[in-house]
């Protein structure tokens, strides 16, 4: 299985900390990546997205429902009830734009990516690949939400 270099992690977490910090106002500190098998609880929202052009793979941001409903209250400016159908919309747009961002922040050193549209998963579920190892990225706000940004890509 292929390793990512790591010189490919830091356009995530420049696009991620701009996007969180301008689309939420919070400001996110970034922990140690390390690499992870891509299994996650039954009270998480995921959000998937796939990297196709000169790289390709998947990137999952990965929320605990209670911190998805913060951000999504925050996006939103007002105190949602529920992750309901609305908060689920607003992290999923949260998620596109951050992507949408790391491929302008590599268009910026001459690789070109794509980006697919957002998938929506809930509940206990599992993702293996066996071309990339999954790298998550935790950021970390207000000392103990985290939302983490796994990342298996492989550059052609």
Not at 40 to 51: H, T, Y
């Amino acid at each position: 299985m292929a390793g990512i270099n790591v010189e490919y992690i830091n356009p995530f977490l420049v696009a991620a900390s701009k996007v969180l910090k301008d689309m939420v106002f919070i400001d996110v500190k970034v922990g140690k990546p390390y690499t992870k098998e891509a299994v996650f609880g039954d009270k998480s929202l995921l959000i998937m997205l796939g990297v196709t052009g000169e790289m390709t793979g998947q990137v999952i941001l990965t929320f605990d429902n209670d911190v998805a409903l913060d951000v999504a209250s925050k996006m939103c400016m007002m105190q949602l009830p529920a992750l309901d159908e609305l908060a689920e919309s607003a992290i999923s747009e949260l998620c596109n734009m951050i992507l949408g961002n790391t491929a302008t922040v590599f268009s910026t050193k001459g690789i070109a990516i794509d980006i697919t549209p957002p998938t929506i998963c809930k509940g206990t579920v599992m993702f293996t690949n066996n071309y990339a190892a999954n790298i998550c990225i935790p950021l970390i706000y207000e000392d103990d939400k985290k939302i983490e940004i796994n990342v298996a890509i492989k550059e052609h």
